[in-house]
């Protein structure tokens, strides 16, 4: 028995082909199991409405306090699109079809009509009719209304966290597999047009081959060391957003798309039916909430859903770049950090407040929420340099002081 263990786990580690497999195997041997606890105080029954109520009431509240409120952006205009228009979908073969399922990870979801491993099992038989349901929906420019709907499971943010306070848990969703094959037919499509027109932005990290977690951190300790090298201090700061993917505004992506993207005709159809008409409900140890609507933002646990809010915030980085800061992000995690000799260490103090100033302006009038509370600052130097400092206890961004990490 301890060799046939040995050998099934060698073959499994063998034939994982991505980090995350991989990393999974490894915590599973060294029994690192997650675990998802749940608030004790609301009874189960309850429990399911109480999680659809608080994140609908999130979003709303943090909507509605941006709509409230007029900030005068900074004039840094969208780029219009200069290239070869999108206008249609390619059409699929069987064949494409069939690689995108046989490469997909094999989960089943509670909205799936059977289970994903049968319809695997199946796929000769059924491959004909899966192909000629996608092909319908991206010549029509109609996502299907039967996979507008999701099932979310609330995870706590961090296990250190209290499980007692609902807004210690995010919304996980949990989204029918053909609907994840589609998007993921529609994203291979939306890949190659933004490669084919260079419109992928260089210090983004995310959703394309070749620029992970990992190449993010390396260019970033890379800068700062080699700032280091140059006997300068540098100044990090991380910003976080409040539901940052849950507020996106609807009409403002769908505009970004078609005026900075060149996405026109059905293909943007297309996006609109996708966006459009969607519904959430929260399972909770098989006790389940009535179905909420979503008015903003792209589903969590979709495909598409990442690479579209890179899309929407891409002009960000020509404010950042106004500013001459260096940055770098990775979907909704970004990093701006400047570098300067000693002497100039209040100036590059001011010019980052500046800069998350008008970063945060920005994105109030695109309907999205800079959390100052969540947002760290790092000064990164030498040793020898600390020595000389008086550090400043905080950082003011507009009424919000943001503290130094260590």
Not at 100 to 126: A, G, N, R, V
Not at 355 to 369: E, G, P, R
């Amino acid at each position: 028995m301890h060799q046939a263990k040995i050998s099934f786990y060698s073959t499994k580690i063998l034939a994982s082909n991505t980090s995350r497999q991989l990393f999974s195997i490894t915590n599973s041997l060294l029994g690192k199991v997650k675990s998802s606890p749940l608030p004790s105080s609301i009874p189960l029954s309850e429990l399911p409405q109480r999680f659809s109520d608080f994140f609908h009431s999130k979003v709303i509240s943090i909507r509605c306090n941006l709509d409230s409120t007029t900030v005068t952006p900074p004039s840094v205009p969208d780029q219009p699109f200069c290239g070869t228009v999108w206008g249609a979908f390619q059409s699929v073969s069987e064949d494409e079809v069939k690689k995108i399922l046989t490469q997909s990870t094999i989960k089943t979801c509670e909205l799936d009509p059977l289970p994903t491993s049968f319809l695997t099992h199946c796929l000769d038989d059924l491959l004909p009719h899966l192909t000629s349901i996608i092909n319908d929906s991206l010549h029509s420019g109609l996502f299907p209304s039967a996979f507008k709907s999701a099932i979310v499971k609330p995870l706590l943010k961090k296990t250190t966290l209290n499980p007692e306070i609902l807004k210690n848990y995010r919304p996980v969703s949990n989204l029918s597999f053909l609907s994840k094959i589609l998007e993921k037919v529609v994203l291979r499509q939306l890949s190659n047009h933004l490669l084919t027109n260079n419109l992928f932005y260089s210090h983004q990290s995310a959703y394309r081959a070749g620029h992970s977690t990992e190449t993010a951190l390396l260019k970033i300790v890379n800068d700062l060391l080699s700032a280091l090298d140059e006997d300068k201090v540098s100044l990090l700061s991380l910003l976080d957003l409040s539901a940052a993917f849950d507020t996106i505004d609807h009409s403002i992506l769908l505009s970004r798309l078609s005026y900075s993207f060149g996405i026109s005709d059905t293909v943007l159809a297309w996006f609109t039916s996708y966006l459009t008409d969607r519904t959430q409900t929260i399972s909770v140890n098989g006790s389940k909430s009535l179905p909420a609507p979503l008015h903003y933002g792209v589903p969590q646990g979709s495909v598409l859903g990442p690479i579209l809010f890179v899309l929407y915030t891409q002009p960000l980085s020509k404010i950042i770049q106004h500013h001459s800061l260096y940055h770098h992000s990775f979907s909704d995690d970004n990093q701006l950090y400047i570098s300067a000799n000693l002497a100039q260490l209040q100036e590059i103090i001011r010019t980052s407040q500046s800069c998350i100033s008008d970063v945060q302006a920005w994105m109030h009038n695109n309907k999205l929420q800079l959390n100052p509370d969540k947002t760290e600052m790092i000064l990164i130097t030498s040793k020898h340099n600390q020595k000389s400092l008086s550090l400043p206890f905080s950082v003011d961004l507009n009424g919000t002081s943001i503290h130094l990490s260590s």
